[in-house]
T-cell receptor, first 113, second 113 residues
Framework: EDQVTQSPEALRLQEGESSSLNCSYTVSGLRGLFWYRQDPGKGPEFLFTLYSAGEEKEKERLKATLTKKESFLHITAPKPEDSATYLCAVQAGGYSSASKIIFGSGTRLSIRP | DGGITQSPKYLFRKEGQNVTLSCEQNLNHDAMYWYRQDPGQGLRLIYYSQIVNDFQKGDIAEGYSVSREKKESFPLTVTSAQKNPTAFYLC????????????FGPGTRLTVL
């Protein structure tokens, strides 16, 4: 069964304390892995897409990496404004397989000043 | 500004009533999606549409209906057949179905009393 698991469920860090969020997946035919940021009561905001193992992408204090079984979202020297829920999603199968996008339950990140 | 709008932001209905949630986009995207988000769970796909006058069921379509008469609009009706309709509903769009990046609206929080 296709599955996406994010850990930890919640993470509290001090401002400037670097850490990583994990997204492990079990899907048939990975087409892409996506990271989104979601603020409370709002829609998710797209961050990255990763396509193949070994790929990395960066944006400000965030860096996403991908292996054959999991993805990490590394956050370097976070600031309070980085506090949000980070969602991972995986697209499996062939083209136009919108029904095969599977979201994890997210990691709630809280950065204390 | 291009984007996706959802209305209303908060919606209250009595049990047994049908209710329609609005979603409009001015991004000229072909594909549109409806997701449901419950606390502590990932987003689950309700319906998606790849093109005008066409739509497919997602993972949890029972108790919901949609229409796609215009490219810009993809309204979702929550019917009385939906057993547990109280949730946060998110609309999204992408250039084409299966495209990497989905743009999300701000969401509608539906509470059924």
């Amino acid at each position: 069964e296709d599955q996406v698991t994010q850990s930890p469920e919640a993470l509290r860090l001090q401002e400037g304390e670097s850490s990583s969020l994990n997204c492990s997946y079990t899907v048939s035919g990975l087409r892409g892995l996506f990271w989104y940021r979601q603020d409370p009561g709002k829609g998710p905001e797209f961050l990255f897409t990763l396509y193949s193992a070994g790929e990395e992408k960066e944006k400000e204090r965030l860096k996403a990496t991908l292996t054959k079984k999991e993805s990490f979202l590394h956050i370097t020297a976070p600031k309070p404004e980085d506090s949000a829920t980070y969602l991972c999603a995986v697209q499996a199968g062939g083209y136009s397989s919108a029904s095969k996008i599977i979201f994890g339950s997210g990691t709630r990140l809280s950065i204390r000043p | 500004d291009g984007g996706i709008t959802q209305s209303p932001k908060y919606l209250f209905r009595k049990e047994g009533q049908n209710v329609t949630l609005s979603c409009e986009q001015n991004l000229n995207h072909d594909a549109m999606y409806w997701y449901r988000q419950d606390p502590g769970q990932g987003l689950r796909l309700i319906y998606y549409s790849q093109i005008v006058n066409d739509f497919q069921k997602g993972d949890i379509a029972e108790g919901y209906s949609v229409s796609r008469e215009k490219k810009e609009s993809f309204p979702l009706t929550v019917t009385s057949a939906q057993k547990n309709p109280t949730a946060f509903y998110l609309c999204a769009s992408s250039k084409v179905a299966g495209d990497d990046e989905q743009f999300f609206g701000p969401g509608t929080r539906l509470t059924v009393l």
